[in-house]
């Protein structure tokens, strides 16, 4: 049985739906209700992978509009995923968690399975397998394999 995706993440991809098919006002319409009813902006341009849950309905998330976030991530609320000086934006891998408050900021790689704990502050890229604590944020441990095998339930 396949999980439900959040409000937030349905209206996301209704949003980028209509973008690419290029419906005019739809696209817009909706990112603006998201702003004022979940208090948070994500931009129609971009696509949100399979399986990626925003919890809480996303409230305080913001996401710009040249980020790429991969399949089944877990993001919480407060977080940012940003540009930094005009640099790029980050790009997110698979099975990624994110806890609350964590800014992701500039041309940063996230690897795959990787950990961001509450208020972390990453402007530096992290390998796969990796836990990140901290301002600025440090690999501060290795995940191994049953720990992510949990995670991906």
């Known amino acids: 049985?396949?999980?439900?995706?959040?409000l937030v993440t349905r209206f996301s991809r209704i949003a980028n739906n209509a973008y690419d098919k290029r419906i005019p006002i739809?696209?817009?319409?909706?990112?603006?209700?998201?702003?004022?009813?979940?208090?948070?902006?994500?931009?129609?341009?971009i696509k949100v992978g399979e399986g990626t849950v925003f919890f809480h309905n996303a409230l305080g998330v913001v996401v710009h509009h040249k980020a790429?976030?991969?399949d089944y991530n877990k993001i919480m609320q407060n977080v940012t995923i940003g540009g930094r000086n005009g640099r790029s934006a980050p790009k997110i891998g698979d099975y990624c968690f994110i806890g609350t408050g964590a800014c992701i900021l500039g041309d940063v790689n996230i690897g795959n399975n990787v950990i961001i704990g509450a208020n972390a502050v990453v402007i530096d890229d992290v390998p796969d397998n990796a836990?990140?604590?901290?301002?600025?944020?440090?690999v501060i441990k290795s995940v191994d394999s049953l720990l992510i095998n949990k995670f991906k339930d």
């Open 68 to 70: 790429k976030i991969g």
């Open 131 to 138: 836990v990140v604590v901290g301002v600025p944020a440090k």
């Open 26 to 45: 739809v696209p817009g319409l909706i990112m603006r209700v998201m702003r004022i009813i979940f208090s948070c902006d994500i931009p129609y341009h």
């Open 1 to 6: 049985m396949a999980k439900k995706n959040s």
